[in-house]
């Protein structure tokens, strides 16, 4: 694996473009997410074009569907949010709060409680995404905490914590982190791809430019999507 550290950081920051085209719904959900209490996943790479990347970067108003997919902002849901956050009326103001806008990073994961373990994917809160990326460029930790032979990281949820306590991340020892098979590294999905993009259920996915997003930039707020 040779993950480009540098663009990693980077994208930790960027404001700017999300979403992809729309594809169509898969039958079956595979998306992650986390209880209040503790979760334990392994967090792999997928190769798009040649090179590994971490994940997929998304915004999101809606959460997941009735369906369990990802329903991923669109310029107008973000016109509609901002004109209801800047609008007079209280209701209005109370009405976009419902709706806000969250940067989210969909990752391909396996949950290491689950007794059928298969790969998932998980719309990470940028809290979680951050610190796993601090991990993977820490020179002594690195990428050996990915993939098949990585170390799980453990996610302790509290609903009821202020905002920025809700989530934090362990990093589990790697001699109490188990091996999985080797075919799991193949199985990652590549998140940009339209195949990617169909079987993960991006389908409501609008490509926005940075054009679109001036007016109302995505909050960071964390809620377990």
């Known amino acids: ?47 798009h074009d040649g090179e590994d990347l971490l994940d997929r970067k998304v915004v999101m108003q809606f959460g997941l ?40 990073h969909i990752l391909n994961i396996v949950d290491m409680g689950a007794a059928d373990k298969k ?26 905490i990915l993939g098949s032979s990585g170390r799980d990281i453990k996610i302790k949820y509290d609903p009821s914590a202020p905002p920025i306590g809700k989530y934090k991340c362990i990093l589990v020892d790697k001699e109490k982190s188990p091996a999985l098979p080797k075919e799991f590294d193949a199985q990652a999905v590549d998140l940009l791809s339209p195949e990617g993009i169909e079987l993960v259920g991006l389908k409501d996915a609008t490509s926005l430019t940075a054009e679109a997003t001036t007016s109302s930039t995505p909050e960071t707020e964390e809620t377990p999507f």
């Open 119 to 144: 790969m998932l994917h998980y719309s990470s809160p940028v809290a979680v995404y951050r610190q796993i990326v601090e991990w993977v460029a820490d020179p002594d930790i690195g990428e050996t």
């Open 65 to 104: 569907s009735d369906k369990g997919f990802p329903v991923l902002s669109t310029k107008e849901t973000l016109a509609q949010y901002s004109k209801l956050k800047n609008s007079a009326n209280p209701v209005d103001r109370d009405a976009a709060a419902s709706i806000r806008p969250t940067n989210k």
């Open 1 to 47: 694996m040779a993950i480009n550290i540098s663009k990693l950081k980077r994208g930790i920051e960027h404001k700017g473009k999300s979403g992809g085209p729309p594809g169509r719904a898969p039958r079956e959900s595979r998306m992650f997410k986390v209880a209040p209490g503790e979760s334990r996943i392994r967090v792999f790479l997928f190769k």
